[in-house]
């Protein structure tokens, strides 16, 4: 079940502009696995890789969990754009003219970092997310935190993920 949640970066000089995550179990011979959740993370090039500690907040409580899998890579994007040329006095009236607007292309790059990690959900966690109010991760680049926010709506499908066991929903 792939899902995105709201983030933010406790430091002003860096942002996260894509978030989310794949929640995943499989259900083999009618044995449920533990729950696992892929973060993937596309911000600043400022944002460091994510560390190996992780929070998850459920309701008041905080457990430490610890990302696997992690991965770091950077992304470059170039945009090009036609834009008007600068026109001259005299520009367009006598010979020559054509009625073809003059046009010059902009360059610009945009370089992204996509941090990505895996957090195994315990039984327990289960557990306590099946009553709860609230859900929220925290994971680090560096010395900064990254916060995702779980809306009460995901909550409620995460919730009916949990207590599914693989029946087919109707």
């Given at each position: 079940m792939d899902m995105d949640h709201e983030a933010k970066v406790d430091n002003p000089n860096k942002s996260v502009y894509s978030?989310?995550?794949?929640?995943?179990?499989?259900?083999?011979?009618?044995?449920?696995?533990q729950i696992t959740l892929i973060i993937r993370i596309q911000g600043s090039e400022t944002l460091?890789?994510?560390?190996?500690?992780?929070?998850?907040?459920?309701?008041?409580k905080s457990t430490k969990l610890f990302l696997s899998d992690s991965?770091?890579?950077?992304?470059?994007?170039?945009?090009r754009t036609q834009v008007p040329a600068n026109m001259g006095?005299?520009?367009?009236?006598g010979y020559g003219y054509s009625a073809v607007p003059a046009t010059s292309t902009r360059?610009?790059?945009?370089t992204t970092n996509i941090l990505s990690g895996k957090l195994t959900f315990t039984k327990e966690m289960e557990n306590d997310i099946l009553s709860a109010k609230s859900l929220q991760y925290r994971l680090y680049s560096a010395n900064d935190a990254i916060d995702l926010f779980v809306s009460d709506s995901q909550l409620e499908i995460i919730q009916k993920f949990i207590k599914n066991r693989g029946e087919v929903q109707k």
């Open positions: 978030y989310g995550g794949q929640y995943a179990k499989e259900i083999k011979n009618g044995v449920i696995s460091a890789a994510l560390g190996p500690e992780a929070y998850i907040k459920i309701d008041r991965n770091y890579s950077t992304n470059q994007v170039t945009v006095p005299g520009i367009g009236f360059t610009s790059t945009l």
